[in-house]
Nanobody
Framework: QVQLVESGGGLVQAGGSLRLSCTAS????????IAWFRQAPGKEREFVAA????????YFTDSVKGRFTISRDNAKNTVYLQMNSLGPDDTALYSC???????????????????WGPGTQVTVSS
């Protein structure tokens, strides 16, 4: 069982930066693939980024490539999503998700993850 809690969201002006954190309980955190998803009002949830358990592989949706980075500190049971050059289109509720045994082809799909945090709101003003 893994419990996830996100933090770091807030209100930022366009062009600004935020760093989101996803902190997990559980001794097997280092074995989990961690992903970030976001959902804007009236829109479907979309994949943002993911990092494999060994940090060797990271994935990003096209719209955030070059602006967002993802990293993890297994000693702190935490994954970070550094978001730079934010724009109004990045406004959404950001949630992290975790699971073990996520195959590469499923990394971007919400159905691959059993554990979810409640989310943290990111609002970017223009």
């Amino acid at each position: 069982q893994v419990q996830l809690v996100e933090s770091g969201g807030g209100l930022v002006q366009a062009g600004g930066s935020l760093r989101l954190s996803c902190t997990a309980s559980g001794r097997t955190f280092s074995q989990h693939t961690i992903a970030w998803f976001r959902q804007a009002p009236g829109k479907e949830r979309e994949f943002v980024a993911a990092i494999r358990w060994n940090s060797r592989h990271t994935y990003f949706t096209d719209s955030v490539k070059g602006r967002f980075t993802i990293s993890r500190d297994n000693a702190k049971n935490t994954v970070y999503l550094q978001m730079n050059s934010l724009g109004p289109d990045d406004t959404a509720l950001y949630s992290c998700a975790a699971d073990t045994g996520v195959i590469l082809s499923s990394t971007r799909y919400a159905t691959a993850y059993d554990y979810w945090g409640p989310g943290t709101q990111v609002t970017v003003s223009s």
